[in-house]
T-cell receptor, first 114, second 113 residues
Framework: GAVVSQHPSRVICKSGTSVKIECRSLDFQATTMFWYRQFPKQSLMLMAT?????????EQGVEKDKFLINHASLTLSTLTVTSAHPEDSSFYIC??????????FGSGTRLTVV | GDSVTQMEGPVTLSEEAFLTINCTYT??????LFWYVQYPGEGLQLLLK?????DKGSNKGFEATYRKETTSFHLEKGSVQVSDSAVYFC????????????FGGGTRLMVKP
């Protein structure tokens, strides 16, 4: 079946630094990728949607300059949290959708900013 | 807009008990309905889905039936195991939202031996 690999699974960074999270579709071409943020014991909050080769569409309230999304190929999307602060600490999950319109989720990245 | 409402947790059951997690939705047209499961520290895994009214999705002993008349997609399992402890998300994918997923708030299930 479809597999999405997300790395790293955990990252701890210092306040003010930037962190890049990768999301790769391993055995299918992801025409659209989604990035979610999940706070403890809460549901997923869609941050942005990206289509290969075009700019990401951000949800209301999500800072596009802080959460940079790149979808340069049909198998790779990256989320960069720039100038991270403790309030950016969260669980980030990517999801990829191929031509079959099914969604496949990555295993998530636990970001801790100290 | 589209929305999904599911029962709040946590739901605590003993092993081999019967499970029901309620889910109702609001959407125009005929959305596809999903249940996802999230184990601690992991992403989401598709548990089952149904794409049209009266369809029954099933997997690993879990079942859910697409009830358009009651706009519901309740998740059931006849006999839960400790390994079923996780958070369960009901979701829909509707044409009006560009087929993007809309999630419910999630229900935490804890199964005790």
């Amino acid at each position: 079946g479809a597999v999405v690999s997300q790395h790293p699974s955990r990252v701890i960074c210092k306040s003010g630094t930037s962190v890049k999270i990768e999301c790769r579709s391993l055995d299918f071409q992801a025409t659209t990728m989604f990035w979610y943020r999940q706070f403890p014991k809460q549901s997923l909050m869609l941050m942005a949607t990206s289509n290969e080769g075009s700019k990401a569409t951000y949800e209301q309230g999500v800072e596009k300059d802080k959460f940079l999304i790149n979808h340069a190929s049909l198998t790779l999307s990256t989320l960069t949290v720039t100038s991270a602060h403790p309030e950016d600490s969260s669980f980030y999950i990517c999801s990829a959708r191929g031509q079959g319109n099914g969604y496949t989720f990555g295993s998530g990245t636990r970001l801790t900013v100290v | 807009g589209d929305s999904v409402t599911q029962m709040e947790g946590p739901v605590t059951l003993s092993e081999e008990a019967f499970l029901t997690i309620n889910c109702t939705y609001t959407a125009t047209g005929y959305p596809s309905l999903f249940w996802y499961v999230q184990y601690p520290g992991e992403g989401l895994q598709l548990l089952l889905k149904a794409t049209k009214a009266d369809d029954k999705g099933s997997n690993k002993g879990f079942e859910a039936t697409y009830r358009k008349e009651t706009t519901s997609f309740h998740l059931e399992k006849g006999s839960v195991q400790v390994s079923d402890s996780a958070v369960y998300f009901c979701a829909l994918s509707g044409y009006n939202a560009g087929n993007m997923l809309t999630f419910g708030g999630g229900t935490r299930l804890m199964v005790k031996p």
